[in-house]
């Protein structure tokens, strides 16, 4: 029979894919680069080589296991027996990266460190301990090995290992010949006339299991699962999924197991038999439960079943009956128990939410009483928050935040908040360019939404809530100007499942007053009247939509998907009202204007879209796609300056600095501000990154990235030659950065360094695509090289 080899070594897969980037780097490397990477090579080598003098003659380096299956021709999904083979395979050797291994190295140098101190700290905290051949049980392993075969249906697969010895080093190899797995055949429910057998019968067209499925296990307990959460919502609330057994028989011939399902004989009566709400008791006061004949006391009936004890009316009664989906003479559902938990904790003025169920002791009758026993918190709070801003434009700082916070400011759970804010940062490379930002903000947010509503058996999973706005915001920069905003907004936000967000805003209303002027901006805003009335006086009145979805609060795992969508739409409603006033053009430049102020008039929309996956040796590859276009129409000839796009910078192409290009192939000439050229935006924007980031210890963290992107705008500009959008002529006007990075997770915060240089400018003509690099020379690592330095990752 044709057999396929297919091999795998846990220890060497980073070396594997790591050998293979080299060899075409080396390949594309200049001369002048080549003795770089030997040393590199040369140093690492013997750092990994100094890990093993550290050891006694008679001890041995574990270094990893190499996994050898040799399957039969129709063996089906080999990585998934791959991982779940080396997911076993214990224990692990030392973390290793390239030919180093890091964590060893740190315990090693620290040497014979004290209980305290740095040395003690890099020995436990940054190293790891050798790990040792000694400490391998083989046998242990194969048998583990066997066994998770087996719940994968491979009954019959054979296990051999052979010793790897090098001086000093041992790893294991282990060979393993596998059939194809036994598939599951036909499946019987336990012969039985009672109700609960019959509502799983009704339930097996939704079944997980299928004939001719491969044997598993997890899909077996999958199952259980599944029907457990069936049956919770058809009233059987002492049922548990432990309570289900599968038999299964692999004498059927085939290579085929049949299965059958049994209810378990010690699973109790009352796992068997439906239940219904009698009483609902809400208790909002201590929250402390109560047992006896006093249990009760104290609570008044508000509605049908529903009871309520509360010290000093803490709520509306309307907003505790909108959160309790769990009602009197309703079978009871697992669904609605979710439900008023996550309403009642959505509310945001409790602590706890602790729900208990009591049997009813009635001869006869299957009756739960509920007792919803709830924590308050707070009413009022008064915070304050010292931080440290590190912005995408590079701009870095000490802010304060102040705020005064009423969770239930108007009895139904309404959050009011007021806040005051304050900044001073500093451009990173720009002696003398600060930035100072001062602002007051009070939001009002209402746990429902504020149109025609009514709950019912649809309602939704999270709580909807309706949000109202209005903000002041005074910012100023030494080397530009200072701008004022006033902005206002009122809108809804509902949460279709945990990891769907839609917000959705009817009214936004942002006005916009340029206060002083630089010396610079003042020359250039005196011929550019247009430019600065479109830029910064013309006020918003519009709407705007947003989309969320983000995998990993649903579904963490081994691929994770982010996703945001943005559609900003301003003016329409503000033209319609200067029409219908009769008012028409009546600006001195012929545009439209509301209460004697222009406004701005435009569409845009963006999409954020971001992948991640894992890909195992503790390290994960994470990657963005950005697009977004804005037009201006009507009376307006360019976005806001709030609107427009820009790129560059430690979130962007962080082997630019912030608004240092684009659009298109436009360069911004000396003459212009150095460090805010208004020119370097854009109408459209296109940027793509990806990131491999590899995990050295708990605390350090590296990454290896490139970035490329670039924005224009939809006609030509005067002022920014080249920056105009063509077909033709966009891909050759992407930008192209790359580099490395080391991050320190420190829990609370993440603190991040990233060392990038170009690959490829758009605005250097050099005679190709391609920027010329030369890291040994001081002029080219001056001029390329940029450090950015921030707080969390960058996407």
Known sequence: MKKLKHTINKNILSRSSTGGASSCACRCLRPSVFPVVMIMVIVLALTSCSNLRYLDDDQSLYTGSRVEIEPEEHVKDLKEIESEILSVIRPQPNVKFLIWRPRLWFY??????????????????????????????????????????????????????????????????????????????????????SSLVEDISNSMDESLLERGQAYSLSKLKSERERIDNYLKELGYFYFHADYLLFIADSTAGSREVDLYLNIKPAAPAIALEKYTIRNVYVDTGQAQAQTGEDKNAGFTETGDGLFLRSDDDFLRLSTIERAVFLEKDRIYRNIDHRLTINHLMGLGVFKFVNIRFERVPEENENLLDVRVLLTPMEKKSISTELRWVSKSNSFTGPGLTGSFSNRNFLGGAENFTVSMEGSFESLLGHGGVNSTEVGISSELNIPRLLIPYSRSASSPRFLPGTTMTLSFNHRNRTDAFSLSSLRSQFGYQWNPSRSMQHRFNPVVFNVFSLGKISDEFERLFSGEMLLRRGLFEQFLLGADYSFLYNSRLDNPGKHEWYFNFNIDLSGNFAWLISNYLGKGKSGENGEYRLLNQSFSQFAKTDFDLRYYVETGNRSRIATRLFAGIGQPYGNSETLPYTKLFTIGGSNSIRAFQPRSLGPGSYASPDTLVSTLNIYQSGEIKLEMNIEYRYDISRIFKAAIFADAGNIWNLTERENAPGGMFRKDDFAGQIALGTGVGLRMDFTFFLLRLDLAFPLAVPSINSGGYFHNIRPLESSWRKDNLVLNLAIGYPF
């Open 108 to 193: 090693n140098i620290a040497g014979s460190a004290g209980e305290r101190g740095i040395g003690n700290w890099v020995k436990n905290r940054l190293g790891r301990p050798p790990v040792l051949f000694e400490e391998v049980d083989t046998d242990r392993t194969v048998r583990l090995i066997q066994n998770r075969l087996f719940n994968m249906g491979h009954f019959d697969a054979e296990i051999n290992y052979s010793l790897i010895e090098k001086p000093k080093r041992t790893a294991i190899s282990f060979r393993i010949d596998i059939k194809e797995p036994y598939k599951i055949g036909a499946i019987y429910l336990e012969p039985d006339n």
